[in-house]
């Protein structure tokens, strides 16, 4: 094949893309494009405790942009801290804006429960919002907000307009193809980098909300505290502190071999240390209480109503902190006030 060939099949490789990239210019002009599931989408918790009673929602959708007059499937799934789904609690919906939605409705034995918003006939774009609270008793309430868009009846576009535009968008394209910058532009034009989380999607992913909740009740605890707390492997903690902390929800500090983390709005103490948690500090006014004797685990749990497991894990950090001592005596373990400045 001769050079002047080679470089008549090239010109005609490139007309037929630039083809291809107006024809589908046109398809997406004359269709509108369904909105994408979205995984758990603006949620907000509620951690007002750092024991195992806080309820974590999750809220989901089956569009986030819908039609007028249309309506939209909304599941709720509600957990606690340790991923374990909550059977009767009662999910109540409040609705900000236009349309209608079920009130109320109670968990299964998964956790799960589901309501159907339909929106009102309208004649210009607007937003709506559904605020779902969870509650049961004995259980801190959890809250989360999921927002929706709701479309007018699309306008029709003239075939011949639909044509026209086809026809230009190639025309165009190939003049932008013809330069390196217009190269990588249409490139980045065509292929955007999916890849990118936005800062709205973190808390999406259950471990990842999980993670952030627990940070947010338990400010200060290092890296393998809240690995064991939460049953995670090294992988998956990593990656989702690294993903919290990139996108602006979590800061870390290091403190000698540990590295703590704080939520972003929690100023981190100059000298270093843990801020205890409510939870902590209950143990640890109830074991000053006890004087020279001290409190054992088991008393700890049924005098404040919690497992062993969770006085345990907060023994351990108060223990490290410095602001109880662990002795033991035979078989018997007890915890007494420690010589830290908490």
């Known amino acids: 094949m001769s050079w002047r060939e080679s470089n008549r099949t090239r010109r005609f490789g490139i007309i037929l893309a630039l083809a291809i ?7 997406s ?8 599931r979205p995984p758990f989408r603006d949620v907000r918790y509620d951690m007002a405790a750092s024991n195992d009673t806080v309820l974590c929602v999750w809220a989901d959708t089956d569009f986030k942009v819908i039609g ?9 799934v509600v957990r606690d801290m340790r991923n374990i789904p909550i059977e009767g609690a009662t999910v ?8 209608n939605v079920q009130a109320t409705a109670p968990t299964d034995a998964d956790g799960k429960t589901s309501f159907v918003y339909a929106a009102d006939n309208v004649d210009r774009e607007g937003k709506v919002w559904l605020v779902v609270n969870a509650a049961k008793a004995d259980y801190t309430s959890g809250q989360a907000t999921i927002s929706l868009t709701v479309l007018p009846p699309a306008a029709e576009i003239p075939a011949d307009s639909l044509w026209l535009a086809g026809v230009a968008a190639a025309v165009v394209g190939s003049g932008i193809a013809g330069t390196e910058v217009g190269k ?22 259950f471990v990842r909300g999980q993670i952030y909740g627990f940070i947010v009740a338990n400010p200060g605890n290092h890296y393998n505290a809240i690995r064991l707390a939460l049953s995670l492997n090294n992988g998956t903690l990593a990656h989702h502190l690294r993903t919290l902390e990139m996108q602006g929800f979590v800061k870390s500090r290091r403190d000698g071999t540990f590295k703590r983390f704080y939520p972003v709005n929690v100023m981190i103490p100059q000298e270093g240390g843990i801020k205890l948690s409510e939870m902590q500090l209950e143990i640890l006014d109830l074991i000053r209480q006890t004087g020279v004797d001290g409190a054992t685990q088991k008393f700890i749990a049924d005098i404040l109503g919690i497992s062993q497991q969770t006085a345990s894990y907060n023994l351990k950090v108060l223990e490290r902190s410095g602001a109880v001592r662990m002795e ?9 006030a420690g010589n830290g400045n908490t």
């Open 184 to 205: 990588y532009g249409l490139m980045r034009l065509l292929f955007p980098l999916y890849t990118r989380v936005r800062k709205e999607e973190v808390l999406d992913h």
């Open 29 to 36: 002009l004359s269709v509108r494009p369904a909105a994408a």
């Open 92 to 99: 109540t919906v409040n609705l900000l804006g236009a349309g």
């Open 21 to 27: 990239l107006g024809f589908a210019i046109f398809l």
């Open 68 to 76: 007028s007059g249309s309506t939209s499937y909304v599941e709720v």
């Open 328 to 336: 033991t005596d035979g078989r018997r373990t007890r915890y007494m």
